[in-house]
């Protein structure tokens, strides 16, 4: 029954994160005009890694709120190769990665329904620009230096909650820049699933090895160099 609630949780908030993430691009445009800073360089980016973070942060209370809930695979992945997760198994992640799919289809299908017009341009997700295999090794690595960064940045980075969430903010940021013209990218595997079911290419190889099993074994290969990085202490016996 726990792994069906967290399942259930999985979907709900990963349906949220995939509907919200074209309105980031949106609302950055719109920010930006209202206070004129449309010419300034990097005025764009500072607006959108302070969305990305509220958007986070937003994320993060809910999940709390759904029991431990997560949007994103890798995450989770990650957590549970480094020994973070007691509370995650092998089981419970092949029962929580379809839900996670699910709820990045239910995203992706409601927000391209519901999107005005002139805002279609920001619809579309993640999309492969070279070959597969670059592609795949892309993603992977974009993947990994996110998880690696998340992991060093929520447990060994500065006490403040609201200063860890910037610090992610900024690294997603930077690999979407630096990734645009590879794969997207998305270093979501639920997230790339919604929008190629939307766009009728979620049955073809290039789906799951590109956007599935490179960012799957990058995450699992973060969780074990931040294991290596940062080793747990062994505990002393003490003596009689």
């Known amino acids: 029954m726990g792994v069906i609630r967290s399942a259930i949780g999985d979907a709900v908030l990963t349906s949220m994160w995939v509907f919200s993430m074209p309105l980031l691009r949106i609302f950055t445009g719109i920010i930006a005009?209202?206070?004129?800073?449309?010419?300034?360089?990097?005025?764009?980016?500072?607006?959108?890694?302070?969305?990305?973070?509220?958007?986070?942060?937003?994320?993060?209370?809910?999940?709390?709120?759904?029991?431990?809930?997560?949007?994103?695979?890798?995450?989770?992945v990650s957590f549970y190769a480094a020994g973070l997760r007691p509370d995650s198994s092998l089981l419970s992640m092949a029962v929580r990665f379809p839900a996670q799919a699910a709820g990045g289809v239910a995203g992706a299908k409601t927000i391209s329904q519901?999107?005005?017009?002139?805002?279609?341009?920001?619809?579309?997700?993640?999309?492969?620009?070279?070959?597969?295999?670059?592609?795949?090794?892309?993603?992977?690595m974009l993947t990994f230096v996110l998880c690696l960064a998340l992991l060093?940045?929520?447990?060994?980075?500065?006490?403040?909650?609201?200063?860890?969430?910037?610090?992610?903010?900024?690294?997603?940021?930077?690999?979407?820049?630096?990734?645009?013209?590879?794969t997207g990218p998305s270093m979501n595997p639920a997230n790339a699933f919604g929008w190629a079911y939307v766009n009728n290419w979620y049955y073809t190889w290039e789906l799951y090895y590109v956007y599935w099993i490179c960012p799957l074994i990058a995450a699992v290969v973060a969780g074990w160099v931040y294991r290596l990085l940062f080793p747990k202490p062994v505990m002393k016996q003490k003596k009689a």
């Open 33 to 76: 005009t209202y206070l004129g800073v449309q010419a300034i360089p990097l005025a764009d980016l500072f607006i959108t890694i302070n969305l990305v973070t509220l958007m986070v942060l937003g994320f993060s209370l809910v999940g709390t709120l759904f029991g431990g809930a997560s949007f994103n695979p890798t995450s989770t």
């Open 114 to 140: 519901v999107m005005p017009q002139k805002y279609k341009y920001a619809l579309g997700g993640p999309s492969l620009k070279v070959d597969m295999h670059t592609g795949a090794i892309a993603e992977g």
């Open 152 to 182: 060093v940045a929520m447990l060994k980075g500065p006490k403040n909650p609201l200063l860890k969430v910037w610090l992610v903010a900024v690294v997603t940021v930077g690999l979407v820049i630096n990734g645009a013209k590879y």
